[in-house]
């Protein structure tokens, strides 16, 4: 049975951890012997009983010690690496890094070297890269394109970020494919349960839903307050709620009064893990983000029949289709945002033909069901043998 190991640097539970702990807990996957490490005190998505069932053994590295260590070693000209010291204990038999962005291909280059070295294959799941990402120097580069090129799969889960990768190494590397950051088949029924019965509303109050972590530089939350804080929507009825939680809480509560917006309009809310519940209870998602991976969120919305207006960055555009899933604004620019605010205002009457639409893309595209049969056969390929 091969060993696989999954090494995640995120401290607290994310979406960026969605791919590998959804196929890690797929019956499928009971074949493959599998391992997460994380650094010391980290958190994950994966409750005990899920990893108790699914037979994941969870493994930390690093720590105050070992950071001293490597910080000591580091200045004798030693190389000591913790990570690498956890892989070397467990001897998989492959390796993903999962990388909640292209910047932290630094974090794993001792651990990729180490992988090289002791001929270990292993992959980089990149669940996000920057529109225009560069790397800081031509160094920088130069060690993370070594590690990109090492691995046996560099996985991107949209095609913006497949191409920013692309032009942050200044080549089409043939080792970079698509992933898919999909749902269950146990959601997609529970969705389409949530779809068939509340559908999107066109008349009485309008009930927007920003389901994004209230993080404005990447999720845009402010541009979507801002074109709320119009004159023309003050005429309009409305309520807005913005679910996810996060660092700048307070920031999103005071933006929405610098804005002009209604305090009563608007619900600030923590992340919940009723996501069924909290879509039922909306009509249309907005998400005006800067920047993105390919969001989970907007495809577990669209799973319940929901249209969305977002904006072009990541997989957002592969999900909101202009006049079919929804409406797309043409750029990040403010002005543009609130444009496609409007124009979902004033196509209210098709918010029910555009939630179908959104469901059946949302169905046909990103259940995980062939998505793992094919990620599996890839372990299984790529896995060191003996």
Same mark, same amino acid.
């Given at each position: 049975m091969p060993r696989l190991a999954v090494v995640d640097f995120i401290p607290i539970p994310?979406?960026?951890? !969605?791919?590998? =702990? +959804?196929?890690?807990?797929?019956?499928?996957?009971?074949?493959?012997?599998? +391992?997460?490490?994380?650094?010391?005190? /980290?958190?994950?998505? $994966?409750?005990?009983?899920?990893?108790?069932t699914a037979g994941i053994q969870l493994h930390e590295f690093g720590g105050r010690s070992a950071r001293a260590t490597q910080l000591?070693?580091?200045? $004798?000209?030693?190389?000591?690496?913790p990570l690498s010291r956890s892989l070397?204990?467990?001897? &998989?038999?492959?390796?993903?890094? !999962? $990388? =909640?962005?292209i910047g932290e291909i630094g974090w794993v280059d001792a651990a990729a070297a180490w992988c090289r070295s002791h001929r270990v294959p292993y992959w980089l799941i990149v669940q996000h890269v920057h529109e225009d990402f560069f790397f800081m120097s031509d160094a920088h580069e130069l060690a993370a394109r070594e590690v990109a090129k090492g691995a046996v799969r560099v996985l991107t889960v949209s095609g913006? !970020?497949?191409?920013?990768?692309? @032009?942050?190494?200044?080549?089409? %590397? !043939?080792n970079v494919e698509a992933a898919v950051n999909g749902v269950s088949k146990v959601f997609l029924d529970a969705a389409s349960k949530v779809a068939a019965d509340r559908p999107p509303c066109t008349a009485g109050? =309008?009930?927007?839903?920003?389901? /994004?972590?209230?993080?404005?530089? #990447?999720?845009?939350?402010?541009l979507l307050l801002r074109a709320l804080g119009g004159a023309e929507w003050r005429e309009r009825d409305? +309520?807005?709620?913005?679910?996810?939680?996060?660092s700048h809480a307070d920031l999103v509560r005071r933006l929405v009064s #610098? #804005?002009?917006? &209604?305090?009563?309009?608007?619900?600030?809310?923590? +992340?919940?893990?009723d996501m069924l519940g @909290?879509?039922? @209870?909306?009509?249309?998602?907005? %998400?005006?983000?800067?920047?993105?991976?390919? &969001?989970? /969120?907007?495809?577990?919305?669209?799973a319940c029949g929901r249209p969305a207006m977002g904006t072009p960055v990541g997989g957002i555009d592969e999900l909101v289709r202009d006049g079919e899933t929804g409406w797309l604004a043409h750029s990040t620019e403010p002005e543009d945002v609130a444009e496609a605010l409007d124009r979902c205002w004033r196509d209210r009457a098709r918010w029910p033909q555009a939630g179908r639409a959104a469901r059946d893309l949302a169905a046909r595209a990103y259940d995980l069901e062939p998505a793992h049969r094919l990620l599996l056969e890839h372990v299984l390929s790529d896995a060191r043998k003996g």
């Amino acid at each position: 049975m091969p060993r696989l190991a999954v090494v995640d640097f995120i401290p607290i539970p994310a979406g960026s951890q !969605n791919l590998w =702990a +959804h196929a890690l807990i797929d019956p499928r996957f009971s074949v493959v012997e599998k +391992h997460v490490l994380v650094p010391v005190g /980290a958190v994950t998505r $994966l409750s005990v009983d899920e990893r108790r069932t699914a037979g994941i053994q969870l493994h930390e590295f690093g720590g105050r010690s070992a950071r001293a260590t490597q910080l000591v070693a580091q200045r $004798l000209g030693m190389k000591r690496d913790p990570l690498s010291r956890s892989l070397g204990s467990l001897d &998989p038999d492959l390796v993903w890094f !999962n $990388l =909640a962005g292209i910047g932290e291909i630094g974090w794993v280059d001792a651990a990729a070297a180490w992988c090289r070295s002791h001929r270990v294959p292993y992959w980089l799941i990149v669940q996000h890269v920057h529109e225009d990402f560069f790397f800081m120097s031509d160094a920088h580069e130069l060690a993370a394109r070594e590690v990109a090129k090492g691995a046996v799969r560099v996985l991107t889960v949209s095609g913006r !970020n497949r191409a920013a990768l692309g @032009a942050a190494f200044a080549e089409r %590397m !043939n080792n970079v494919e698509a992933a898919v950051n999909g749902v269950s088949k146990v959601f997609l029924d529970a969705a389409s349960k949530v779809a068939a019965d509340r559908p999107p509303c066109t008349a009485g109050t =309008a009930r927007f839903i920003s389901p /994004a972590r209230f993080d404005p530089a #990447y999720k845009g939350q402010h541009l979507l307050l801002r074109a709320l804080g119009g004159a023309e929507w003050r005429e309009r009825d409305w +309520h807005l709620s913005l679910v996810g939680g996060g660092s700048h809480a307070d920031l999103v509560r005071r933006l929405v009064s #610098y #804005y002009g917006v &209604p305090i009563e309009r608007v619900t600030v809310a923590s +992340h919940t893990s009723d996501m069924l519940g @909290a879509f039922s @209870a909306a009509d249309v998602i907005v %998400m005006p983000s800067l920047s993105e991976g390919s &969001p989970f /969120a907007l495809v577990e919305g669209m799973a319940c029949g929901r249209p969305a207006m977002g904006t072009p960055v990541g997989g957002i555009d592969e999900l909101v289709r202009d006049g079919e899933t929804g409406w797309l604004a043409h750029s990040t620019e403010p002005e543009d945002v609130a444009e496609a605010l409007d124009r979902c205002w004033r196509d209210r009457a098709r918010w029910p033909q555009a939630g179908r639409a959104a469901r059946d893309l949302a169905a046909r595209a990103y259940d995980l069901e062939p998505a793992h049969r094919l990620l599996l056969e890839h372990v299984l390929s790529d896995a060191r043998k003996g």
